[in-house]
Structures are given as structure tokens and as C-alpha cells.
């Protein structure tokens, strides 16, 4: 039987996700991290309920010198990780860039 248009879509954001997360990861071995910060942000904005690609994002944006949204990334990282029960990152470490950025974010 044919698949719903709406359950194609979401195949094809979670294949266009994984290939946007896959190339910003490519960018961060080339130290290319603006380039690694738009790929990853085009990731969640398809998949913004992957845990994952909230903590890429937030890692990148904190390495071209955008601590606010870096901490608020951090932070959806650490809900849908909590939420999801499973990571491909150290949530302890997400907690630890959170603690350090709200010192830093006024």
C-alpha cells in the first residue's frame, strides 16, 4: 500500500536532517564553523525534536561567538534529551555548558 504524503514528508526530513548533521560534522573537521552552525541549524530546524542536533547546533553557534543562543540550544538539547531517554552527547556536559553560559549570558 502507498504511504501517507504526511508520513513521506517525514522521511524526508529525517533524511535531509541526517544529511544536513552528517555535513556539519564534515565542516567542524575542516574548523568550519560557520558553515557547521548553518548546516546544523537547517538539521533542526527539519528535526527540532532531535536532541542531538539542538546540541550540535549549540555547540557551534558557542564557537562563532554566540553564547545566547548557544545556551538556549544547550538547553533544548537537555529537555529533549530527557525527554528522549537517548543521546549521542553527554548530558552532564550539556548541564555543565549550561552552568557556565548563565554566568556568562546576562
Same mark, same amino acid.
Given at each position: 500500500?502507498?504511504?501517507?504524503?504526511? +508520513? @513521506?514528508?517525514? %522521511?524526508? /526530513?529525517?533524511?535531509? !536532517?541526517?544529511?544536513? $548533521?552528517?555535513?556539519?560534522?564534515?565542516?567542524? &573537521?575542516?574548523?568550519?564553523?560557520? &558553515?557547521?552552525?548553518? +548546516? $546544523?541549524?537547517?538539521?533542526?530546524?527539519?528535526?527540532? %525534536?532531535?536532541? %542531538?542536533?539542538?546540541?550540535?547546533? /549549540?555547540?557551534?553557534?558557542?564557537?562563532? !561567538?554566540?553564547?545566547?543562543?548557544?545556551? %538556549?540550544?544547550?538547553?533544548?538539547?537537555?529537555?529533549? /534529551?530527557?525527554? @528522549?531517554?537517548?543521546?549521542? $552527547?553527554?548530558?552532564?556536559?550539556?548541564?555543565?555548558?549550561?552552568?557556565?553560559?548563565? @554566568?556568562?549570558?546576562?
Amino acid at each position: 500500500a502507498e504511504r501517507p504524503i504526511a +508520513a @513521506k514528508e517525514v %522521511d524526508r /526530513a529525517r533524511s535531509v !536532517g541526517l544529511t544536513l $548533521f552528517t555535513l556539519g560534522n564534515n565542516y567542524i &573537521d575542516q574548523t568550519r564553523w560557520p &558553515d557547521a552552525q548553518q +548546516a $546544523f541549524f537547517q538539521a533542526y530546524h527539519l528535526q527540532p %525534536d532531535n536532541p %542531538d542536533y539542538a546540541y550540535n547546533l /549549540a555547540v557551534a553557534l558557542e564557537h562563532i !561567538g554566540q553564547p545566547k543562543p548557544a545556551l %538556549d540550544y544547550y538547553r533544548r538539547a537537555a529537555q529533549l /534529551a530527557a525527554a @528522549k531517554g537517548r543521546t549521542n $552527547f553527554s548530558t552532564a556536559a550539556v548541564q555543565e555548558r549550561i552552568s557556565k553560559l548563565e @554566568k556568562v549570558v546576562r
